[in-house]
């Protein structure tokens, strides 16, 4: 094995031991409670992050609770300024961000950088939102009245994250909020500690650069009991939450309990419908990315091909031809496709995936199994496995390389297979036929929030709203629209005649 030049975690202002609880708390390790950072690339252990107690939660949210009432002041385009800084602050550190965030978590560098430039995107993409945060303006039923609607900061956002993304998930909500001058305290997975601690230090340095509280934007660490002081808090109006569907029915339900917000980016499982016409090209890269790219552990990795009976060999065969050819191991090495799985418990759900799979009677087309020597005990084989339509196993979502294949004869039957999942975020049909694309993106095709032709499951482009439907939480976040979820909505009625009619032609005199 190579010694890795470990600059990057200086560049990004990381420790041995870092402060888990920013804003003020600085220097304030809590010395009986870490969370441990151990790379899944190498099997090191990175750093600790200490863990935020209940008193530090209070000066957090305390903190979070002033700055808000200053940053709200500030005019959406200032604000739009400050978080221009953050995108100029992450070009500067693109290179190292990117390498923690393949070292801690283990997907490839250039996943690791491209979710970087995701970052530095929506940072842009913020920038331009902040000129406009348009509301609507109606006509009123009454003579000499104006009405309109205009939006407002909500408050403190809190932001929960999860391992695979642990950098970008953040910024879509982070950045959106702080436009619409919201002030955000992000938990960061516990898988990936220091991704967050890395953010947190960018982000101090343009707070002080601009004379603004870091309490802004500040972040708390731990498990879930740290992400309990949250979604419990009247004092925070919207939960942003992703992670698992588990995690999310307990994230809504507790938020819902006291009628907050709460935005959840959940499970996935995903498919492309792989029709007479698709280009064989389009499919295997498409597919390919989609199935192993951040070892099947992303919401919107490929789980599913749905082949129609005609290409169904020839895209089995040339699939597990390109599996053959796929380089598996250290992520920071760029001539590997795939790195590790987060943890060796991820490892082990894989594993019992593949037992799954077996004991209902799936072939396995291309095998899987743990690889040994590697650096870690976290590496594993991409596998593709042969199931029917109705295998209970390709209903759940198992975070890990795992594609099954599956057989159709019509449209009609591919598309009630793809919809038949609980899951609703992400799907894919490959065509050059226009009357099977459009079926497919009509109101009786995909029912996914995303549905996309002639590209794969994964890899959404921030200017869109990302999200979806059923179990995957019906959140949306990142670009279009979804702002307004970030803001409070306010109608106005403005009367500037003498008289006062009431609306509804209801007449009241005395
Ligand atoms: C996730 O896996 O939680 O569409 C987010 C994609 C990425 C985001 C995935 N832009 O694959």
Not at 111 to 117: D, L
């Amino acid at each position: 094995t190579t010694i890795m030049n470990k600059d990057f975690l200086n560049e990004l202002g990381l420790a041995d031991d870092n402060d888990g609880t920013s804003t003020g708390q600085r220097g304030m390790h809590n010395p009986d409670d870490h969370v441990k950072s151990t790379s899944p690339v190498d099997g090191a252990l990175i750093g600790r992050v200490s863990s935020t107690t209940p008193g530090q939660y209070e000066d957090v949210i305390a903190q979070a609770s002033d700055a808000f009432l200053y940053w709200r002041t500030v005019p959406a385009p200032r604000r739009g300024e400050i978080v221009r800084q953050y995108g100029e602050a992450l070009r500067k550190h693109k290179d190292a961000l990117g390498r923690l965030v393949s070292y801690e978590m283990g997907k490839s560098l250039q996943e690791g950088w491209g979710e970087v430039q995701e970052m530095i995107d929506i940072c842009d993409f913020a920038v331009g939102l902040s000129r406009q945060l348009h509301g609507l303006t109606m006509h009123s039923e009454r003579p000499m009245h104006r009405m309109y609607e205009q939006y407002h900061p909500l408050g403190i956002v809190g932001v929960i994250s999860a391992f695979n993304f642990p950098v970008a998930v953040w910024s879509w909500n982070a950045m959106i909020a702080l436009v619409c001058g919201d002030v955000v305290v992000w938990k960061p997975s516990e898988k990936s500690p220091l991704c967050g601690v890395a953010c947190q230090n960018i982000w101090a340095k343009v707070a002080a650069a601009n004379e603004l509280p870091e309490g802004i934007s500040s972040l708390v660490n731990g498990d879930y009991t740290v992400g309990q002081l949250l979604t419990r808090d009247t004092r925070v109006p919207l939960i942003s939450a992703t992670g698992s569907t588990r995690m999310g029915k307990a994230v809504a339900q507790t938020v819902a309990a006291r009628l907050g917000k709460s935005l959840l980016e959940l499970g996935g499982n995903n498919a492309i419908i792989i029709t007479p016409s698709a280009d064989m090209d389009l499919v295997l890269t498409g597919a390919l990315f989609g199935a192993v790219g951040t070892c099947g552990q992303r919401c919107t990795s490929t789980r599913r091909l749905i082949v129609h009976e005609d290409r169904y060999e020839e895209v089995r065969d040339k699939l597990a031809a390109a599996y053959g050819q796929l380089r598996i191991g250290d992520p920071l090495d760029e001539t590997n496709h795939v790195g590790p799985l987060i943890d060796e418990a991820a490892v082990e759900t894989y594993l019992q995936a593949i037992e799954g799979i077996k004991a209902e009677g799936g072939t396995m087309v291309v095998e899987g199994g743990k690889l040994d020597g590697l650096g870690s005990n976290c590496y594993v084989r991409p596998c593709i496995a042969e199931v029917t339509p109705d295998s209970p196993m390709a209903r759940q979502e198992t975070f890990a390389p795992i594609l099954y294949l599956m057989k159709y004869s019509y449209l009609d039957e591919a598309i009630e297979i793809q919809n038949s999942v609980p899951q609703g975020l992400s799907s894919a049909i490959m065509t050059a036929d226009l009357r099977e694309s459009e079926r497919f993106l009509s109101a009786t095709g995909s029912d996914c929030g995303i549905a996309n032709v002639n590209i794969g499951t994964s890899g959404a482009e921030i200017g869109g709203a990302f999200g979806g439907e059923k179990e995957t939480g019906g959140g949306r976040e990142s670009g279009s629209d979804a702002w307004k979820v970030y803001m409070r909505r306010q109608t106005s009625t403005i009367n500037y005649g003498r008289d006062l009619p009431l609306a509804q032609g209801i007449s009241f005199n005395l």
